[in-house]
């Protein structure tokens, strides 16, 4: 990972920062999902680039241009966030499109005469098609803003799960996609520590705009902290480290970069962030009665980290990851009784819980290594 993606990065710290205050600054359904819908599109612009960058040198001067462009861009969006759905829709609506679109016809023109060029040719026929659905819902109204956001999304996500097949250019296979595996997942592990540094942020920020800190203000800090802490434990303590040897070393990188990492990582993204919202809430009114806002947040960002590292285990190793599905399980139990207790109180169940499934992987492992000295091949438990 060189300094100009690190730079890159950089805009994206403030865009999930965006995305959290626009979620608690809209605490309906309606602003949940609106905000979801804004990650996949933030999402979508970063993780295309990364492609970009794993197949073009982000030290040679075109390509650091590139960047920077795109780093501009992305900052104008993301300062549009928060009012992507009211007056800046079509802000946001055009600053997808020309990254979408600007990006897709730089890398056809980068990689001339290379088998990748068709690739690109491909994409950058969806990004016309995605971008102007995204300028269209820029110019459009509430739920046809939506709608057509949504459709945009679709675009994206479709043509890479079916090689952006184009009539008369045909498709591509992930065979083609010849990533540097080392890159591509070390890109998207820092993305999940953006996500995870933004919940450290607000846990920050948060105690030090009370005015009142008093024993259940510490002991939310405290849980929040753990919290975002079980998180980073979960995904980096082994299986970040082991996945990106198994990409780097497959036979198709390309299709564990696109299922994996692609569709995957943001499932964990969106979990951290959710999970961020409901530690500035609790933080706020530690001794509350968790309200239904506080109880979605808070059950809900967990169990989306949860489901979405469930998913990348299943997928890269192949295996039934029970630690999770027992964990989202308890979480689905815990609805019930959300209301009755205080804001902390849930927060501080919710956190046990996570340490339970982060100290169970630690064991598994130990576990692991045991049987591995025993038998040589046996990995253990990822």
């Not at 994409?123 to 956001?149: C, H, K, M, Y």
Request: net charge neutral.
């Amino acid at each position: 990972m060189t300094n100009i993606e690190l730079f890159f990065d950089l805009v994206f710290v403030f865009a999930v920062t965006q995305l959290s205050h626009s979620l608690l600054g809209h605490l309906s359904v309606e602003g949940g999902l609106q905000t979801v819908l804004l990650l996949a599109m933030v999402w979508l612009l970063w993780v295309y680039t990364t492609w970009v960058t794993n197949w073009l040198d982000p030290e040679r001067l075109p390509v650091r241009l590139l960047l920077l462009g795109l780093m501009l861009v992305s900052l104008v969006l993301s300062a549009a966030l928060p009012n992507a759905f009211a007056q800046a829709g079509l802000v946001v609506g055009a600053a997808y499109a020309v990254m979408q679109v600007g990006r897709s016809a730089f890398a056809v023109a980068g990689l001339r005469s290379d088998r990748l060029q068709r690739n690109y040719e491909r994409i950058l026929v969806w990004s016309v098609a995605s971008g102007i659905i995204a300028i269209l819902g820029g110019l459009a109204q509430e739920r046809a803003r939506e709608l057509l956001w949504l459709l945009a999304v679709a675009v994206d996500l479709l043509g890479g799960a079916v090689g952006f097949y184009t009539p008369g250019l045909g498709r591509s296979t992930t065979a083609d996609w010849t990533i540097n595996g080392n890159h591509f997942a070390e890109r998207c592990q820092a993305f999940l520590l953006i996500a995870l540094g933004e919940s450290v942020v607000v846990i920050g920020a948060t105690l030090s705009g009370l005015s009142h800190i008093a024993a259940a203000e510490v002991g939310a800090c405290l849980v929040a902290f753990l919290g975002a802490a079980a998180f980073w434990w979960i995904y980096f303590d082994r299986s970040a480290e082991a996945g990106m040897e198994l990409v780097a070393h497959s036979d198709d990188p390309g299709r564990l970069g696109r299922s994996a990492y692609h569709f995957i990582h943001p499932i964990m993204v969106a979990g951290i962030i959710v999970t961020a919202a409901a530690d500035e809430l609790v933080l706020s009114h530690p001794s509350h009665l968790a309200d239904t806002a506080t109880t979605a947040l808070t059950l809900g960002g967990t169990a989306l980290f949860l489901a979405g590292h469930a998913a990348f285990k299943a997928i890269v190793w192949r295996t039934t990851p029970w630690s999770r599905l027992g964990a989202i399980g308890v979480l689905a139990v815990m609805l019930p009784a959300a209301g009755h207790v205080s804001a902390l109180a849930l927060g501080g169940a919710v956190a046990a819980l996570v340490l339970l499934v982060a100290a169970g992987d630690r064991l598994a492992g130990r576990q692991g290594r045991t049987r591995s000295d025993r038998r040589p091949g046996d990995a253990g438990a990822i």
